[in-house]
């Protein structure tokens, strides 16, 4: 896992692939960072908030070559002819991508230290905030690996973790729109107004669960919640183990 | 060792691999050819682990590939037709990386790295970006990542391509060098190389063997027993009467070399009969100069098209 890990790290800075990841993530970040602290009111878990948004355009660009790259160039070879366990190639691929987010975040990690040489705050609502982000960079890394096992593309691998994660982040939208529509069918049937309500507070609950910023929005508070954290990484260790079976059944194709 | 037994890969309904079985001795080189998409890539491929066979089974040193797969790939180096290169790492880091993968001891790197390089012949290229490097590099660069960890099995995938032919010569000193305490299977559309270097050969067809033997055996299996052809400075009648009275020929017909002054006749000898040396004392017997004498065999090439004709 660790020649893996090694490997691909570094090889976000041999191509542009890294650097343009940073480039974003730091302009972003100095730009949120520079407009709170002319206005005179810096909050650092409003940017690590803000930051969130950007998983979205920095996740699949992280991710799209992880596999999809090495199939294409036949060095997917390497991982299935040598002595060591797919998952830890999987293992690997993710915690490098995991280390690059690290050392983007480097750049929040200086503002914070301007802000507390500054006579500001770093409280325990930014250490949640921190806390979340890097909970929800695993569970988005992990759907990009996915995506890109899924493809041999990487446009292709890029768009599908784009959509995924689209679909992640609008879930409470979703989960209205689906609970309004099921309600709207049901008026249409004669049902009941009060079952109307219970189906439509059930379909908008139901599909509300799974989206990850609600569960996690009170940590930006301070108040931390560890089953909010054990289903983030609950999915990304389903997401890879989801990677692994599918590499280990590429071996068995018939196509 | 490699043991491989009633080997079958279906893709679809197609068998792209139908009940193969063969083995490789240790310290032995097998050629392993076939017409393309006769199944040469999806049997090696399986014997590496690459890919999972729909039945049968394959035996690395005794160690099977699906059951313990660790221990199995441990013994082999693999290059595939396409060598698996990172085109964004230098040689080195990439020989590096590979001795990695196949847990090569830290303190042993360094030095088996470069005794590597020396071997294949690419320590001159070792801090450049192998994006950066002919074909004949990256080929040798493939190579070498097969020889990373001393594995005792090498299964090499047209090792030769895109090398210029010093660099032909070269790598086939190497492989009968590392025959000497490796098991290799040799897959390669050239039939003379494969001539020069490999012990036996095995020829697929349709998926299936169609031949497994030394290349000697085969074409004298193909021609039944080996014939000779002998010119010579003679009569022509008289030549071919004394050659009949020696006992193990079976028949002697003339044929026409179109040089003025020289015979030129082929022997046939009976099943099991060498009569080489009976010939040659008879002609000198009789002061008929000898000017060539050789065996008939069908070239490997010949074998192979007679094999996967139709």
């Given at each position: ?5 090694k ?5 976000y800075?041999r191509?542009?692939v ?10 972003i970040?100095g730009f949120?960072?520079y ?5 005179g009111y810096?909050?650092i878990?409003q940017?690590i ?11 699949p660009i992280?991710t ?6 090495d199939?294409?160039?036949g060095t997917?070879?390497l991982?299935y002819?040598s ?22 975040f480097i750049?929040?990690f ?10 500001g705050?770093?409280d325990?609502g930014?250490?949640g ?8 960079a ?18 292709i ?5 784009f ?14 729109y689906?609970?309004?529509a099921v309600s709207?069918i ?7 107004a ?7 507070n ?5 599909i509300?669960?799974f989206?990850p ?11 931390f919640?560890v089953s909010?954290?054990v289903?983030?990484?609950s999915?990304?260790l389903?997401f ?5 079976r599918i590499?280990?059944?590429?071996r068995?194709?018939?196509? | 060792?490699i043991?491989?037994?009633?080997l079958?890969?279906?893709?679809g ?7 193969i079985s ?8 097998l ?7 006769a199944?040469?890539?999806t049997t090696?491929n ?28 441990k013994?082999?180096?693999y ?8 085109l964004?790492?230098?040689?080195d ?6 001795c990695?993968l ?5 303190k ?11 071997m ?5 290229v070792?801090g ?12 040798r660069?493939?190579?070498a990542q097969a ?16 090398l210029?032919p ?10 009968k060098?590392?025959?000497?305490n490796h098991?290799?299977?040799?897959s390669?559309?050239?039939?003379s190389?494969?001539?020069e270097?490999?012990?036996?050969v095995?020829?697929i067809n349709?998926g299936?063997?169609?031949?497994v033997?030394?290349?000697m055996?085969?074409?004298q299996r ?6 000779i052809l002998?010119?010579?400075?003679g009569p022509a ?5 004394r050659?009949k009275?020696?006992?193990g020929?079976?028949?002697v017909?003339?044929r026409?070399?179109?040089?003025p ?5 082929t ?6 009969n060498?009569?080489?040396?009976n ?6 017997k ?5 000017l060539e004498?050789?065996?008939?065999n069908p ?6 098209l007679?094999i996967?004709?139709?």
């Open positions: 896992m660790q020649a893996i890990f490997r691909e790290f570094l090889s800075f191509t542009p890294g650097y343009v990841a940073m480039a974003i993530f730091t302009f970040s949120i960072f407009t709170q602290f002319a206005s810096v909050s878990s940017e908030i803000t930051l969130r948004a950007l998983f979205i355009v920095i996740v992280i799209m070559s992880m596999f999809a790259e199939r294409r160039r997917e070879i991982y002819t002595p060591i366990e797919m998952f830890s190639v999987v293992a690997g691929k993710f915690l490098a991508a995991m280390a690059l987010y690290f050392v983007m750049n929040v200086i503002h914070m230290i301007v802000v507390k040489a500054c006579g705050t770093v325990a930014v250490i905030s921190i806390l979340v982000f890097f909970f929800l695993a569970l988005f890394i992990s759907i990009g690996l996915l995506a890109s096992v899924l493809t041999d593309n990487m446009i691998s890029a768009i599908v973790a959509l995924f994660i689209l679909v992640t982040q609008l879930l409470s939208v979703i989960g209205n689906c609970g309004t709207t049901m008026s249409y049937m004669g049902i009941a009060s079952t109307r309500t219970a189906a439509n059930a379909v908008s609950g139901f509300g669960w989206d910023f609600t569960k996690t929005e009170d940590f930006s508070l301070g108040l919640s909010a954290l289903f983030c990484i999915f990304a389903f890879l183990y989801l990677s692994f590499l280990e059944k590429k068995w194709s018939q196509k | 060792m043991e491989i037994k009633n079958v890969k279906h893709y309904d197609k068998k792209a691999v139908n009940d063969f083995t490789v001795k240790d310290n032995e080189i050629g392993f050819l076939g017409p393309n998409g199944g040469k890539t090696m399986i014997i590496t682990g690459y890919l999972s066979s729909t039945s049968g089974s394959v035996k690395i040193n005794g160690h099977d590939i699906l059951e313990e797969p660790a221990l199995a790939k013994d082999i180096g290059l595939p037709e396409q060598p698996p290169l990172y964004d790492m230098t040689v880091e990439y020989l590096k990386f590979i990695d196949k847990q090569v001891p830290a042993e790197r360094k030095e088996h790295i470069s005794q590597i390089m020396d294949v012949g690419i320590s001159v070792s450049r970006l192998i994006g950066n490097l002919s074909k004949g590099y990256k080929q660069v493939g190579l020889l990373v960890g001393d594995p005792p099995i090498l299964i090499l995938d047209e090792p030769t391509v895109g210029d010093n660099q032909i010569i070269g790598i086939r000193k190497l492989i060098q590392l025959s000497k098991s290799i299977i040799v390669s559309h050239i039939l190389e494969i001539q270097i490999a012990d036996r095995v020829i349709h299936k063997v169609a031949a033997d030394t290349i055996d085969l074409s193909l021609s039944g027993t080996s014939k002998m010119s010579f400075n009648k008289d030549v071919s009467a050659l009275m020696i006992p020929i079976a028949d017909s003339i026409n070399p179109g040089v002054g020289e015979v030129e006749i022997l046939a000898p009976k099943a099991g060498d009569v080489r040396a010939a040659f004392f008879m002609m000198a009789s002061g008929w100069p000898i004498f050789r065996s008939l070239s490997l090439e010949e074998v192979f007679s996967t004709a139709g």
